[in-house]
């Protein structure tokens, strides 16, 4: 599910499914600690949102979860962006320029794209 603003879906998520990640992409022994460190991010604006994505960028490493804690900490969007909005983020503003069809399929791909993440 998600909540949409402009052209962008925004996903509606909630700790359970931090949590659920978690789980999915550490190790079982290693639960604790990411938890622990996804505290590390003390933005209030949209915690659980902002932590699957530093999720997501990290790919089941301590290290890279570590770099997008701190990442997230100076500025959340700079996670956000290439977490969810991959394709998108990468033509910043030049996205405005291309066809509104092709600019829709971009936002699709990349929605997909975060939904089978999520949901595999």
Do not use: C
């Not at 066809?99 to 949901?119: F, G, H, N, V």
Request: proline share 6%.
């Amino acid at each position: 599910m998600y909540l949409a603003v402009g052209h962008q879906p925004i996903p509606d998520v909630t700790p359970l499914d931090v949590k659920r990640i978690v789980r999915r992409d550490f190790p079982e022994i290693q639960f604790d600690s990411v938890m622990a460190a996804l505290k590390g991010y003390e933005g209030n604006r949209e915690r659980s949102r902002v932590q699957l994505a530093i999720l997501k960028l990290a790919r089941g490493s301590l290290d890279a979860l570590r770099k997008h804690i701190n990442t997230a900490t100076q500025d959340f969007r700079d996670v956000l962006a290439p977490a969810e909005y991959p394709e998108y983020s990468k033509l910043a503003f030049r996205v405005r320029e291309l066809p509104a069809a092709e600019q829709q399929r971009i936002i699709d791909s990349d929605w997909t794209q975060y939904q089978d993440w999520l949901r595999r």
